[in-house]
C-alpha cells in the first residue's frame, strides 16, 4: 500500500476556509479497499476523526456531526489525491490536520499539517 | 457517539517491566473495530493493534492486545525504551464519528 504526502497552508485567518490535499502513492483513490479520512489533533479536543470519502462503485462521503455542515472531503482521481476543505474556521478548529488511509483501523498517516487559526 | 476512556493517564515503569493500558466504552463495541495506536512526539500515531488483538506485520510481539465488549487493555511486555510514547485506542461502530480515548502517556524510569 501506499505513501501519503499532505500540502497546505499553515496559517488561515477566523472566518475564511482551511484547505489541505494529501497525494497518494502506491495505491488508488478510487480502490474498493481503502477509505480516505481526515483526522485532527488538538489538546483540547484530542484526537478526532472529521470525514471521508470512499469509492464503491460509486462515491461515498461520512462526516463527523461535530464539523457537518462546514466540511468537505473530495477525491480527484486526476491527480490520485483527496482533499479537505473546511469553512467558516474559528480558532477552534487550529490543530494538526492529518490524511490517512483506513475503513475501520488507520494504517498509514500523512506527515501531518499544523494549521494554525488567527488574524 | 462511542466515548472511549482510557485509565491510566501515565504509567511510569521501568525497562523490562510490564505495562498494562485499559480502554473502556461507554457502549459495547465490535471487537473487530478496536483498535490501539503509538503515538511519540511530533510524529503521527502508528496503528499498533487492529480487530482487538492482531498486530501488523513489523510490530513486535511484546504488543498484545485482549478484551472485548466494552473493556479493552493493551499489553506490553518487557517494556523497551522506545516503548515510551502516549498510546491511543480507537473504534469505529455502526455510525460514524469513529472515536479515540483520551490516551495513556508510558513513561521509563
Known amino acids: 500500500q501506499g505513501q501519503l504526502q499532505q500540502s497546505g497552508p499553515g496559517l488561515v485567518k477566523p472566518s475564511q476556509t482551511l484547505s489541505l490535499t494529501c497525494a497518494i502513492s502506491?495505491?488508488?483513490?478510487?480502490?474498493?479497499?481503502?477509505?480516505w479520512n481526515w483526522i485532527r489533533q488538538s489538546p483540547s479536543r484530542g484526537l478526532e476523526w472529521l470525514g471521508r470519502?470512499?469509492?464503491?462503485?460509486?462515491?461515498?462521503?461520512q462526516y463527523a456531526e461535530s464539523v457537518k455542515g462546514r466540511i468537505t472531503v473530495n477525491p480527484d482521481t486526476s491527480k490520485n489525491q483527496f482533499s479537505l476543505q473546511l469553512n467558516s474556521v474559528t480558532p477552534e478548529d487550529t490543530a494538526v490536520y492529518y490524511c490517512?488511509?483506513?475503513?475501520?483501523?488507520?494504517?498509514?498517516w500523512g506527515q501531518g499539517t499544523l494549521v494554525t487559526v488567527s488574524s | 457517539e462511542i466515548v472511549l476512556t482510557q485509565f491510566p493517564g501515565t504509567l511510569s515503569l521501568s525497562p523490562g517491566e510490564r505495562a498494562t493500558l485499559s480502554c473502556r466504552a461507554s457502549?459495547?463495541?465490535?471487537?473487530?473495530?478496536l483498535a490501539w495506536y503509538q503515538q511519540k512526539p511530533v510524529q503521527a500515531p502508528r496503528l499498533l493493534i487492529y480487530?482487538?488483538?492482531t498486530r501488523p506485520t513489523g510490530i513486535p510481539d511484546r504488543f498484545t492486545g485482549s478484551g472485548s465488549g466494552t473493556d479493552f487493555t493493551l499489553t506490553i511486555s518487557g517494556l523497551e525504551p522506545e516503548d515510551s510514547a502516549v498510546y491511543y485506542c480507537?473504534?469505529?461502530?455502526?455510525?460514524?464519528?469513529?472515536?479515540f480515548g483520551q490516551g495513556t502517556k508510558v513513561e521509563l524510569k
Open positions: 480507537q473504534q469505529v461502530g455502526g455510525s460514524p464519528p469513529w472515536t
Open positions: 502506491g495505491e488508488s483513490v478510487s480502490s474498493h479497499g481503502a477509505s
Open positions: 480487530a482487538t488483538s
Open positions: 470519502t470512499y469509492y464503491r462503485s460509486q462515491w461515498y462521503y
Open positions: 490517512v488511509r483506513g475503513n475501520y483501523h488507520f494504517d498509514y
Open positions: 457502549q459495547t463495541v465490535n471487537g473487530d473495530y
